[in-house]
């Protein structure tokens, strides 16, 4: 017992002499890691059980993970004066979240992966009607280049389009409106607070639509579940510590690797190989979020988006 707590104590200790920078990178990294592997286990029960309730069983297992921190605080981080607005974001997020599981049931997960970084030109067009913030032509040119970048893996015309392409774009662009809600809310709210009644709503809103669909499922099944729930939790909680660890810009370039790991899963276990537009389109698609973000940064102001965002998952 003395030698893996000694073990432990050593890499706690070696953790802590790295930079801030490097403790976001690799909590980047392992963000993409959970990330891609909770939507292969996603794509993997739909097989056996409606997207709509392995979703439910997401955010119920999510749900939990969270109790210990409520109860730590005694449910005082539920207070708050804008629970109609918090309600609002929980319906668009749920909303966004039965379409990108539904399109992991039914496109290759590299597509999924690639068409959902359109969320951040999603933000960055809503910041302008909804927020009022001013745009540059650079911006535009940049916002149109992510658009493009979509029309080259949908290649609408030449390919038929299938419903899964469209559910991501829907649940990009749904989950574009959520991020705003998220910025309007926290000019008055914690970011505990709005995590807190993400949670509650999304476990209760996704009760309906899981109880209309229900499938039984086995002791197997429930497990592959519970992995879900638990890899959803640690990508989520990656994510929000490497953001507080360093600069949001020096992470992004490596959010790029979840369409890497998520190739990588669709090819060894499902037999989807992406096609070029997929990688093309991605790399564009990519690349103008990333120049919003840093001419946001080099601008010396608050970013007008968030320049890394999480799949509604």
């Given at each position: 017992m ?5 073990r432990?104590q050593?890499?706690t ?16 990294c ?123 893996i ?67 099944t429930?497990?592959w ?9 640690i ?32 090819a060894w276990?499902?037999?989807e ?16 979020g990333?120049?919003?973000?840093l ?9 007008v ?9």
């Amino acid at each position: 017992m003395r030698a893996p707590a000694l073990r432990l104590q050593g890499l706690t200790a070696a953790w802590g002499k790295q930079t801030p920078a490097l403790h976001g990178i690799l909590l980047m990294c392992l963000s993409t890691v959970a990330f891609s592997i909770m939507h292969g286990l996603v794509r993997y029960v739909s097989e056996g059980l409606p997207p709509f309730q392995i979703a439910f069983f997401r955010n119920i297992f999510g749900l939990a993970f969270l109790m210990p921190l409520l109860m730590r605080s005694r449910f005082t981080v539920l207070r708050t004066r804008r629970i109609g607005l918090h309600a609002l974001r929980g319906i668009v997020n749920i909303v966004a979240m039965l379409m990108f599981f539904t399109a992991l049931s039914m496109s290759p997960l590299a597509k999924v992966t690639a068409l959902s970084f359109t969320a951040p030109i999603f933000m960055a067009v809503l910041a302008v009607l909804v927020l009022g913030e001013r745009f540059r032509l650079y911006r535009w040119m940049a916002i149109a280049l992510g658009f493009l970048g979509m029309l080259i893996i949908l290649r609408p015309g030449l390919v038929a389009l299938d419903t899964g392409a469209l559910l991501v774009l829907g649940s990009a662009a749904l989950w574009a409106v959520a991020m705003v809600i998220i910025k309007v809310l926290s000019r008055t709210e914690s970011s505990l607070t709005i995590v807190a009644y993400m949670g509650i709503f999304l476990g209760v809103f996704s009760i309906f639509p899981a109880l209309w669909v229900w499938e039984p499922f086995g002791l197997q099944t429930l497990g592959w579940l519970v992995l879900i729930g638990l890899f959803g939790t640690i990508a989520q909680m990656a994510l929000s510590q490497s953001l507080k660890e360093t600069d949001p810009t020096a992470l992004m370039p490596f959010d790029f690797l979840k369409l890497i790991w998520t190739a990588l899963i669709g090819a060894w276990f499902f037999a989807e190989i992406p096609d070029i537009y997929t990688w093309v389109g991605a790399a564009v698609i990519f690349s103008s979020g990333l120049f919003i973000a840093l001419r946001e940064r080099r601008s010396a102001r608050r970013a007008v988006i968030e320049p890394i965002v999480p799949p509604p998952g």
